[in-house]
C-alpha cells in the first residue's frame, strides 16, 4: 500500500490524545422523585465517581479516528503495471498516426496510467512518438526525463493524419543503445507497415518489451474509388475479422449539413466493402466529403473533388435505329458513361433537363428549329459538341438536293460551327488527300487537352477541313500533324460550341478506339462546368486540410504545393497533408487512403498486454472514509440507545437503518447517471393529444424515416409556439388503423417505397378527412422531370416511391387536384409566400380544386415531394441535422414559414379567405335603415 498523502498519517499522533478523553464515561444521571424542602436537608452529599469505558467501546473510537486520518491520507492499492517491473529509465514508444486517432482519448489514459507507474518509482521516462512530426529535427542525444516533464509533452501529443514511420523511428532507437533501460513500453495501433522489421529488432535490442495492443475494431479506412460512373462513391478498408461489422457512412456537403447515411456490412473474414450512395446526380454532386460515424479520423474521411462529380450530358439522337457497334452514339456512351450522367432523347425533351453538355453527332441538327432551340439553349450557357461526318462535310442525299446544314454558305455560328468549313472532306484517295493516315499533334499550353499524350497509334484518314483565316489558330484546341485543325472551337453568348472535324465513329478515325477520347471528352465536360484542368507541372498550394481527428482547416504553415501530376503516386505527409489543393474552378483532393488497398495485422514486438487487463490503481481511501463513518455511526447512535434499552424498538431499528443508508450514500463514490433520451413517441397517447393540440405523423416502420418525422413536426411546433398564439405539443407517431386521429388537426404521411395501407387504414384517414382532418402526403423526392412538357404527374418523387403512392393511396377519397400557385389560400393563411420548398425546392404541391364546398373550401388533403420533414428536423441539441438543397438557409426559413401556414391552415380553416366579404358586409351594415 502506498500513500499520495503521506503527511496526513501525522494525525495518528493524536490517538494518545483521543484516549485520554474518551477513556471515561461518566455514569447515567439517576432518575430520583424529588422531595419536599424539608427533607433536602436529611441528604447528605455522596462521592461521584467516573466510570472507565468498556475496552470494546474504546477500540471502536480509536478505529474510527484511524480509519478517519488514514482515508485522508488517500492509501493506494497499487496494480500490476509493467512500468513499475525493473528498475531504470523506462522507454515509452507510442504509434500517433492516423489509425489511432479514432481511440485516442483511450491511448491517452493508458499512457498516463504508464506515466503514473513510472512516476512512483521515481523512474525517469522517455517519450517517442512513431509519426513523423511537421518542422522538427531529430536530435541523436535523447535523454530520460522525469515523469511530470514528459507527462506534459504526452498531454501535447496529437495523433497525426498520415501514417506511422517505423523505419525512421527505428534509426532513432538505434542511437539509444548506449543507454540502458530498465523497461520498454510499446503502444502499437496493430496495422503493418513495410518498416516493421527493422523497428522490431532496434526495439528488442533495447530490451524486453511490453506490448500494449489495442483491438482493431477501429482500425478502418475509407478510400476513394479511381473509377468514376454509378453509384459507389468510396470502398471502406479494414482489417478482417471473424464477425461481420456494420457502419454508417454519412454525406456531408461543404457546410457540414448531412445529405445521406448510408449502412455498410462487412461481411465476416472480409477486408473491404463498397461504399453506394443512391442519390439524384444533382444531389449526389453536392457531396463534399464521406465520413464513418462514431470514428473520427483523417483515415476515415474522404474528401470530393470536382473530378468526382457527375455532370449531365445530353446525346442527341439521330431519330433512326443505333445499330449495335457502328452507331453514332455507341462510342460517346462508352467513353462518357463513367464520368457523366447521360440522357439521351429529342432536343426537346433533352433541353426541358438541365445539362451541362449537349453532344450532336452527324446529322442531328439538320432540322433549322432544332438549331434555334439550340442556338437559345447555348445562348444562355450550354456547351454544344459537334462531331463532323457525311452530312457535314456536303454529301448529296439519294435525291440530289444539299443537306440542311448547308444552307447559308458563311458557315457562321449562326449555323453552330465554330468555325467557317470548306466544302467536301478529306479523306485517302480523294480530291483533298493525303498520303497516309495523318497522326495527332502534341496539344497546346492553351488548349484544355494540354497534359494529354496523343498515342502513336491514333490516325485520321478523313475529316472536314476548316477555311483559312487569320483568327483560325486561335479557334483550334487541336490539330493533326499536318497542322489541320481536329477540334475547333467558338464562343456563343455565355456558352460555348465545339466541333470535331472526324465522326463519332470509326468510319474517319480510330480515335474513338483509344483512350485518349475518353480523355478528351471528359476535359470537355469538366470545362462546360467551369472547372480548369492545371498543367502536370503546375503547383498547387493546399487551400484546405485536415488534422488527424479529419476536422478540416486551414493549412497549417509547414504544408507545402503539390505538382498536378504527383497526387496519384504521392502519400500524405507533413509536407503534404490530406486536403483539397489548388484554386477553386479546379480543386484536387488528396486522401489520406489514396493508396491504402488492405490492412494487415502488425507482428508482435513483444510481450503483448491488452490495456483492458491491467490492474490499475485502486484507491482505498474512500473505503477507510467509509469505515468510519459506519463506526461514528455505532458510537454516536446505537451505543446510546443500547444503554438507555431502546435498541429493541422497531422505530429505533428503522431510524438507524436509514440514518446508516444516509451516511453510505455520502461515503460512496458518486456516478453520475446518464439521463436517459426522451423515448421516441410511439402510439398516440389518447388523454395527452386531448389536452392539448399535437401534430402526427404516420408511423412507416423505418427508424430512421419516422425519426425524422418527430424531430420535422417538433422543429416545425417549435416554429409555430414561436411565432403565433398557438401552442403545439410534442408530435405523435399513429398507427391510422388503430390509433384515434380524432385529436389531431394535421396528420403527415411520408411515403417510402414499400408503402402500403390496408383497408382499415385508407378507412380511418378518409373519415379522418372528412371531418376536417387535413392529409399531407410527402413523397420525399427531388424534382427531376422526365421531359414532357406537359406531365402532370408527380415527378419529384424519389425513386420508387410514385408506384408506392399510387399503391398505398388505392381507395382514399381524393378530391380533383389541381396545383397550387401563389394565389392559394396556403400561400398566405399567415405569411405571404410565393415558393414553397421543403429539402428540395421547385417540386409542384397539389391540392384540392376550389369550389369544394363540402368542406368549408378547405383542401382535405396535400401531396408534394418537397421532404419537409427534413427540413423542419431539429435534434436534441438543437441543431438542423440536414442540408437543403439549394437554397440553404434562407430555404430552410421559407419551409418553416409555409409549414406554419399549413398548420395554421389545419387549425383555422378558410377564415382568411373569409376576409374579402368583410366590406360587403360593412357595406351592407351601412345600408340598413
Known amino acids: 500500500m502506498i500513500f499520495l498523502a503521506p503527511f496526513a498519517l501525522l494525525g495518528l499522533l493524536t490517538l494518545p490524545l483521543v484516549w485520554w478523553l474518551v477513556r471515561a464515561t461518566p455514569p447515567r444521571p439517576r432518575q430520583q422523585v424529588f422531595p419536599p424542602v424539608k427533607l433536602l436537608a436529611t441528604l447528605k452529599p455522596r462521592q ?23 482515508g485522508l491520507a488517500r492509501p493506494v492499492l497499487p496494480g500490476h503495471n509493467v512500468a513499475q517491473q525493473g528498475a531504470g529509465p523506462v522507454l515509452l514508444v507510442i504509434d500517433n498516426g492516423m489509425f489511432s486517432a479514432a481511440d485516442w482519448n483511450t491511448r491517452l489514459t493508458a499512457a498516463h496510467n504508464l506515466l503514473d507507474d513510472a512516476e512512483r518509482a521515481k523512474r525517469p521516462v522517455l517519450l517517442l512518438s512513431t509519426a513523423p512530426e511537421a518542422e522538427t529535427s531529430v536530435t541523436e542525444n535523447h535523454a530520460p526525463l522525469p515523469a511530470a516533464q514528459v507527462r506534459q509533452h504526452l498531454n501535447a501529443l496529437r495523433p497525426e493524419p498520415w501514417q506511422v514511420d517505423r523505419e525512421t523511428t527505428a534509426h532513432v532507437l538505434e542511437h539509444l543503445t548506449t543507454q540502458t533501460f530498465g523497461s520498454v513500453l510499446y503502444l502499437a495501433d496493430g496495422i503493418a507497415t513495410p518498416g516493421d522489421g527493422v523497428f522490431t529488432h532496434a526495439l528488442q535490442n533495447l530490451g524486453s518489451v511490453r506490448e500494449v495492443r489495442f483491438p482493431p475494431k477501429n482500425a478502418v479506412a475509407l478510400a476513394p474509388v479511381v473509377e468514376k460512373g454509378g453509384n459507389v462513391m468510396a470502398r471502406l478498408v479494414a482489417m478482417p475479422m471473424a464477425a461481420p461489422r456494420t457502419f454508417n457512412a454519412i454525406a456531408h456537403t461543404q457546410d457540414g449539413g448531412t445529405l445521406a447515411v448510408v449502412p455498410v456490412t462487412l461481411p465476416a473474414q472480409s477486408g473491404h466493402a463498397d461504399i453506394s450512395v443512391s442519390l439524384p446526380v444533382t444531389i449526389r454532386n453536392r457531396i463534399d466529403s464521406l465520413t464513418l460515424a462514431g470514428i473520427a479520423s483523417a483515415a476515415t474521411t474522404t474528401l470530393m473533388d470536382e473530378s468526382s462529380r457527375l455532370h449531365p450530358v445530353g446525346l442527341l439522337a439521330s431519330g433512326g435505329a443505333d445499330t449495335p457497334l457502328v452507331g453514332s452514339l455507341f462510342y460517346l456512351r462508352r467513353a462518357l458513361a463513367p464520368s457523366a450522367e447521360l440522357h439521351e432523347g429529342t432536343p426537346t425533351s433533352l433541353l426541358s433537363r438541365p445539362l451541362s453538355v449537349l453532344i450532336a453527332p452527324d446529322g442531328t441538327l439538320a432540322d433549322p428549329e432544332t438549331r434555334e432551340k439550340v442556338r437559345e439553349w447555348v445562348k444562355n450557357g450550354g456547351t454544344l459538341i459537334r462531331f463532323a461526318g457525311p452530312a457535314l462535310a456536303g454529301a448529296q442525299h439519294d435525291d440530289g438536293s444539299e443537306p440542311p446544314e448547308r444552307e447559308n454558305p458563311q458557315q457562321t455560328t449562326q449555323d453552330l460551327l465554330p468555325v467557317p468549313l470548306l466544302d467536301g472532306a478529306r479523306q485517302l484517295g480523294g480530291s483533298m488527300t493525303w498520303g497516309t493516315p495523318q497522326k495527332l499533334a502534341a496539344f497546346d499550353a492553351t488548349s484544355p487537352f494540354a497534359g494529354l499524350t496523343p498515342p502513336n497509334d491514333v490516325t485520321v484518314s478523313r475529316q472536314v477541313l476548316a477555311r483559312p483565316s487569320a483568327t483560325l489558330t486561335e479557334h483550334t484546341w487541336a490539330r493533326l500533324a499536318d497542322g489541320t485543325p481536329l477540334v475547333t472551337h467558338a464562343a456563343l453568348g455565355k456558352g460555348e460550341i465545339v466541333l470535331f472535324h472526324v465522326s463519332s465513329t470509326t468510319d474517319w478515325s480510330n480515335l474513338p478506339l483509344s483512350g485518349l477520347f475518353v480523355s478528351m471528352l471528359q476535359r470537355l465536360t469538366d470545362h462546360a462546368n467551369g472547372v480548369s484542368v492545371p498543367a502536370d ?33 504521392t502519400n500524405v505527409s507533413p509536407a503534404h497533408p490530406p486536403g483539397l489543393y489548388g484554386p477553386t474552378s479546379g480543386r484536387r483532393a488528396l486522401n489520406t487512403a489514396d493508396h491504402i488497398a488492405a490492412l494487415y495485422p502488425e507482428k508482435a514486438v513483444g510481450i503483448i498486454t491488452d490495456p483492458a487487463g491491467q490492474q490499475p490503481d485502486v484507491p482505498l481511501g474512500r473505503f477507510c472514509l467509509l469505515a468510519a463513518l459506519v463506526l461514528l455511526l455505532l458510537d454516536g447512535v446505537l451505543i446510546p440507545l443500547m444503554r438507555k434499552g431502546l435498541l429493541a424498538s422497531s422505530r429505533t431499528h428503522a431510524a438507524t437503518w436509514v440514518m446508516g443508508g444516509m451516511l453510505l450514500g455520502l461515503a460512496a463514490p458518486a456516478h453520475a447517471a446518464d439521463t436517459p433520451p426522451p423515448a421516441p413517441q410511439g402510439t398516440s397517447t389518447v388523454p395527452g393529444a386531448a389536452l392539448e393540440t399535437r401534430l402526427a405523423y404516420v408511423l412507416t416502420g423505418h427508424n ?41 388537426p394535421l396528420l403527415y404521411w411520408p411515403i417510402t417505397p414499400d408503402a402500403h395501407a390496408s383497408p382499415a387504414m385508407i378507412a380511418a384517414l378518409n373519415r379522418f378527412m372528412a371531418h376536417g382532418g387535413i392529409l399531407l402526403i410527402d413523397t420525399q423526392g427531388q424534382d427531376t422531370p422526365d421531359g414532357s412538357a406537359d406531365d402532370t404527374s408527380f415527378a419529384g418523387d424519389a425513386p420508387g416511391t410514385r408506384a408506392a403512392l399510387r399503391r398505398a393511396t388505392t381507395g382514399l377519397t381524393v378530391p380533383p387536384l389541381v396545383t397550387m400557385d401563389d394565389h392559394h389560400l396556403l400561400a398566405h393563411t399567415f405569411y405571404l409566400l410565393h415558393d414553397f420548398p421543403g429539402r428540395y425546392a421547385g417540386n409542384p404541391i397539389w391540392v384540392a380544386r376550389e369550389g369544394d364546398a363540402g368542406n368549408d373550401e378547405v383542401s382535405p388533403i396535400i ?7 427534413h427540413a423542419w428536423a431539429v435534434d436534441s441539441s438543437g441543431n438542423t441535422p440536414f442540408a437543403v438543397i439549394p437554397g440553404g438557409a434562407e430555404q430552410r426559413l421559407l419551409a418553416y414559414r409555409f409549414g406554419l401556414n399549413i398548420v395554421i391552415y389545419a387549425l383555422t380553416g378558410s377564415y382568411k379567405a373569409d376576409q374579402v366579404h368583410v366590406p360587403m358586409l360593412l357595406k351592407r351594415l351601412e345600408d340598413r335603415p
Open 537 to 569: 507541372d503546375a503547383i498547387l498550394q493546399p487551400a484546405l486540410t485536415l488534422d488527424g481527428a479529419g476536422v478540416a482547416g486551414p493549412p497549417p504553415p509547414y504544408a507545402r504545393g503539390l505538382k498536378a501530376s504527383a497526387f496519384a503516386t
Open 48 to 70: 461521584t465517581e467516573t466510570a472507565r469505558s468498556p475496552l470494546w467501546l474504546l477500540l471502536v473510537r480509536l478505529a474510527a479516528v484511524t480509519l478517519l486520518v488514514v
Open 704 to 744: 430512421d424515416v419516422d425519426e425524422t418525422s418527430c424531430q420535422g413536426l417538433q422543429g416545425l411546433a417549435d416554429f409555430t409556439n414561436a411565432r403565433t398564439s398557438a401552442v403545439l405539443g410534442h408530435p405523435d407517431g399513429v398507427h391510422p388503423e388503430t390509433d384515434d386521429l380524432a385529436y389531431y
Open 863 to 869: 401531396i408534394g415531394s418537397a421532404d419537409w420533414a
